[in-house]
């Protein structure tokens, strides 16, 4: 592995490569991790998309890649990828394109896909070794119906399907560690609001083959119900609360990017979101509002062990 | 050139292999899988290649076959029944993005209940998707179709991904004297796939299958795939008499046999209308003007040619071996929109189910329907619909109806 | 305007017209220009989807009217009645979209509780618009705006009546101003002109995108409400915060500084939370665009 050219945020890339004039939300954390992501990975890619907000990232005639782009269906993107890899390398391999023609293969899914109805296929990519990148944009829910719950919904979020007192009484799956059970050869959790975490670990994936899936958790303005403007710094908010951790899997083993001494009280993240107002206004709140801290601090008492 | 004795799997799966195709994503399931694990074979000892890589679902599968030839590769899948159900919402979307590879459908009844042998309910509901379809009655059609289906679907002017479809066991495992052409040959008629404009390359930026909004781009998008699928029919005439030329077997969009001078014509789809031939021919020996006409096209439709057989015919006879809930026999429906208003359009046009899950549909009933057929030409009053399905059927389903309910009464006993 | 319409809907089905009200959406997200629709009537309604002739256009947000890509003037014609929530008069309107229609404002003004304020526009447009048809009582129209908000609390209510009402209040000299439109007639129509579509290749005919970057093309710059500006003195040139936090990549960097790209900045304000000096203002996008005008008349 090489020395990684993002030492410093100065180290990031100054030009953009994905396109402006997207029908994204404004203030979308998505679309922040995504062009960020995509500085990182350049134009030398196909992305195949799986339905959710970004498939009308490419809406004719119009789309932000400066590479090429298959949308597919909500449950089988990683079998398009299996489908482009496998081309390609029949194709390169039977001389009939060169090496410079070659395309690195991403999926790009919500979390509605990735820990849902995508599973299966992605499961199915791991374990037959397809050397791709799959990109997950996680906001929590699904985001492009109008934020009903999902498997990534945190427990206590209100959703338009959790509008009850409590909100979501469900957890959020863990879908790092369900990827990382496959023995990929990466996984990681990125958020755009860390864009030099971010790059490291989208230049460490893209230097290496096989499986390798990253999270990016996207704070999500319309969904999470706040003002577009406070995207990054709720972010910032997730991983400096411990609620999510930034980490990797390689060989085996996980390691945590960012520790965050002293985390600050998940409150502080969770009071920003009018998806969570229910848990300042009660008894009730008060109580679940603890269950999620003491949560949290069970997750880091387990890694700083 | 060998003549040898080839089950329709394995006839399929020479196809696949005579057309040189690249990439095979693969799932198994009854009665098809005897295709994928020749092919795997193949690969593996070096016979073909390419690469067969087995999916999680034919959801998956079918998504790949399309990315794969949206990249640039020649691509085979095959699937049966629940398979191509399961796969169902891909069909339709790899129709749209306009990628060309073969599918072979080996048709199996659906559930529920669940069975194991064959009719046409599971390749009819592909019927709107956009791909074509082919439908053979014996194992030689099934690896001629393959290699015709290649030429079809990869033509410029259609470029769509095309279904040949073969019945279970009736010819999935059954064995016929099969001629495997010489691959010279099929290279001659077959060139190697150019993808043109199409394809994913890091040079030309590309993206495929894009959203649209609106009804006029999707109107456009759309009836461009049906204006292609058209188009095929003039397409497969081109390819079709090709293969004549070349290896002297011919395979119209429409068989007719006997039908020239026939009174009444049965008109059904695969490998039991050589049944249904073998009827007209004792028909013909006692005196009855009988003929017969089976679609290998389903889309594109023929209906031109399906209405130059049929004018000025007495009367038509429609044998589905499918079942429309709540509607009856498709085909039905289809020949009867191709005649409907035409001046020498057959007065008379029975409907007749049968072969549901394999069911066999004897000579006698062939000769009772182009009998019931001929005497409503001559009443003028056309029967309903029927189900083939005789008393003694009846008999056996309530024997297992019986045993169905004893056992579960046996199960509340007290010991 | 979903909220608008529904109020406007809710209010002719009190006085009891048919009624149909809908928003459309499109493939952008929230904060993009959304457009909805009421059709009422005495009699039943056999018309459906969008209105290509309205009698009335409603817009609320005023940086809209003067760019085409935004089609709110779309159908309109003589006969129709453009309402707009602005600062400027009517005559400034009709002079600068060149209208011959008529053309009534709803004043945004200190005084007045009419305000800019997004979360009561859809009760302001829809007051505004109730009296202009001229047969909404202004109970019947208090009556809609608590029905239809009645999953907010309280306090919102009671802010959306005020402004709702004053907007109705305010157009009591226009009461009735809309005419209702007539359907298309079926005597001497125009015919349609069909096409018969021809068979185009399949690389044209199918939905790809032979080329990068298109998306530049969509001005999603008409968005926005407020507009960042950096101010260059207080800037320390420190480009890769706003630069890579701005989710839509429209801050270029040039010379080594941030430069908003003002096509498509959508208005998220990202980069002036994110700023470590706090070089980036905000200003109301109205303004922005006034003072661009102004500088643009200045320069001619």
């Known amino acids: 592995m090489k020395e990684s050219m ?14 402006t004039g997207t029908p994204m939300c404004a203030g979308c954390g998505g679309l922040e991790a995504l062009h960020e992501i995509y500085d990182v990975l350049g134009s030398r890619t196909v992305f195949v998309n799986a339905a959710g907000c970004m498939t009308l990232l490419a809406t004719y005639p119009f789309t932000p890649f400066r590479g090429s782009w298959l949308y597919t269906a909500m449950a089988s993107a990683p079998a398009g990828a299996q489908g482009i890899r496998d081309a390609l390398d029949i194709l390169l391999q039977r001389r009939s394109i060169t090496k ?71 957890f959020k799956k863990d879908l790092f560690s369900i990827w990382a059970a496959h023995k990929p050869t990466y996984v990681a959790t990125v958020i755009g609001a860390e864009p030099l975490d971010l790059a490291r670990k989208v230049e460490k994936a893209k230097q290496l083959d096989g499986p390798r899936l990253i999270i990016a958790l996207a704070p999500c303005p319309t969904g999470w119900d706040y003002e577009p403007r406070h995207t990054a710094d709720i972010g910032k908010l997730a991983v400096q609360t411990g609620i999510w951790p930034l980490k990797e899997y390689v060989d085996g083993t996980v390691t945590h990017t960012r520790m965050p001494r002293p985390r600050r009280p998940v409150a502080e993240y969770l009071k920003m979101q009018g998806r969570f107002a229910h848990l300042f206004l009660d008894q009730r709140g008060k109580h679940m509002l603890a269950e999620i801290q003491a949560r949290i601090d069970r997750y880091w008492d387990t890694v700083e062990a | 050139m060998t003549r040898e004795l080839l089950t329709g799997n394995l006839a399929a799966a020479w196809g696949a292999r005579l057309a040189r195709v690249d990439y095979v994503p693969a799932f198994p399931i009854t009665p098809q899988t005897e295709i994928i694990e020749t092919l795997s074979d193949w690969y593996d000892s070096g016979v073909m290649a390419g690469r067969l890589v087995t999916l999680e679902s034919e959801h998956s599968m079918i998504t790949a076959a399309g990315a794969a030839a949206a990249t640039g590769v020649r691509v085979f899948s095959a699937t049966s029944s629940q398979g191509l159900l399961y796969g169902m919402e891909m069909i339709y979307t790899v129709a749209g993005w306009r990628v060309p590879f073969v599918l072979v459908n080996v048709s199996r009844a659906l559930a529920a209940p669940v069975t194991l042998e064959p009719d046409h309910n599971d390749i009819l509901a592909a019927r709107d998707s956009g791909m074509l379809q082919i439908h053979c009655a014996n194992c030689q059609e099934v690896l001629d179709s393959l290699l015709i289906a290649y030429r079809l679907a990869e033509d410029p002017r259609v470029r769509l991904p095309v279904i040949v479809n073969l019945d279970g066991f009736y010819l999935s495992f059954t064995r016929e004297p099969v001629i495997i052409p010489e691959p010279g040959a099929v290279d001659a008629f077959l060139p190697a796939f150019d993808a043109e404009s199409i394809r994913f390359r890091a040079s030309q930026p590309e993206s495929q299958a894009v959203a649209v909004l609106g009804g006029s781009p999707y ?6 795939t049906h204006l292609a699928a058209l188009e095929a029919l003039k397409v497969y005439d081109e390819v079709a008499a090709d293969f004549t030329a070349r290896f002297g077997r011919s395979h119209a969009a429409v068989e007719d046999y006997r039908c020239g001078d026939a009174e009444i014509v049965l008109v059904m789809m695969g490998s039991f209308a050589t049944k249904a031939r073998e009827a007209v021919e004792r028909l013909r020996d006692a005196g009855v003007a009988a003929g017969l006409l089976r679609p290998r096209l389903l889309r594109p439709f023929p209906a031109d040619r399906l209405r130059e057989y049929l004018a000025g015919k ?37 409907s007749f189910i049968g072969g549901l899950g394999g069911r066999d549909i004897s000579a006698e009933e062939f000769y009772e329907m182009v009998s019931v057929t001929r005497e409503a030409a001559d009443s003028g009053t056309v029967p309903p619909p029927r189900l083939l399905y005789t008393r003694d059927e009846l008999r056996e389903v309530r024997k297992l109806q019986t045993i169905a309910r004893v056992e579960r009464s046996e199960l509340g006993k007290e010991p | 305007m979903k909220t608008a319409s529904r109020i406007l809907g809710r209010a002719f089905f009190a006085e009891g017209f048919e009624v149909q009200d809908a928003p459309r959406y499109g493939a952008e997200r929230r904060g993009a220009p959304i457009f909805a629709y009421v059709r009422a009537a005495r009699e039943a309604i056999n018309e459906r989807g969008i209105i290509t002739t309205p ?55 200190v005084e007045s509780p009419v305000s800019e304020e997004m979360p009561f526009k859809g009760a302001v447009c829809a007051g505004g618009a109730a009296h202009l048809v001229g047969v909404i009582p202004r109970p019947t129209l208090a009556q809609a705006i608590e029905r239809e908000l009645d999953s907010m609390p309280a306090a919102m209510i009671e802010a959306n009546l005020e402004h709702g009402l004053a907007a109705f209040d305010q157009l009591a000299d226009h009461a009735g101003a809309v005419q209702q439109g007539v359907g298309v007639s079926a005597d001497n129509p125009r015919p349609p002109q069909w096409v018969d579509l021809p068979l185009q290749p399949a690389g044209a005919a199918a939905p790809v995108i032979q080329a990068a970057a298109t998306s530049v093309e969509v001005h999603t710059g008409l968005w926005r409400s407020v507009r960042p500006v950096i101010d260059d003195e207080r800037c320390v040139g420190c480009w890769w915060v706003c630069s890579t936090f701005c989710p839509d990549g429209a801050i270029e960097v040039r010379d080594g500084r941030p430069h908003i790209d003002y096509e498509h900045c959508k208005g998220c304000m990202v980069c002036v939370a994110k700023c470590p000096p706090h070089a980036i203002d905000t200003i109301p996008e109205h303004a922005a665009q006034q003072a661009d005008r102004e500088d643009h008349h200045r320069d001619a």
């Open chain 3, 55 to 109: 009698d009335l256009v409603v817009v609320a947000d005023d940086t809209l009217p003067a760019i085409p890509a935004a089609g709110t003037l779309a159908g309109v014609d003589d006969r129709t009645v453009l309402l707009i929530i602005s600062r400027e008069p009517a005559d400034t309107w009709r002079s600068r979209l060149n209208l011959s229609c008529s053309v009534v404002v709803i004043r945004e003004d």
């Open chain 1, 6 to 19: 993002y030492k410093r945020m100065k180290d990031l890339p100054s030009a953009h490569l994905l396109g």
């Open chain 1, 100 to 170: 410079e023609e070659d395309l690195d293969v991403v999926v790009l899914t919500g979390d509605g896909a990735a820990y849902g109805m995508g599973l299966s296929a992605t499961s199915g990519a791991i374990e037959r070794g397809l050397d791709f990148l799959y990109i997950c944009y996680d906001n929590e829910g699904y985001g492009n119906t109008g934020q009903q719950y999902s498997g990534a919904t945190p427990h206590g979020a209100r959703t338009a399907t959790s509008r009850g007192p409590s909100g979501f009484a469900g």
């Open chain 2, 314 to 350: 007495r009367g038509v006879a429609v044998i589905d071996q499918n079942l429309s809930m709540g509607k009856g026999g498709v085909l039905h429906s289809e020949i009867a929109s191709a005649l409907y208003g035409r001046k020498d359009a057959p007065p008379v046009l029975t």
């Open chain 2, 219 to 224: 109107s456009y998008f759309r009836y461009e």
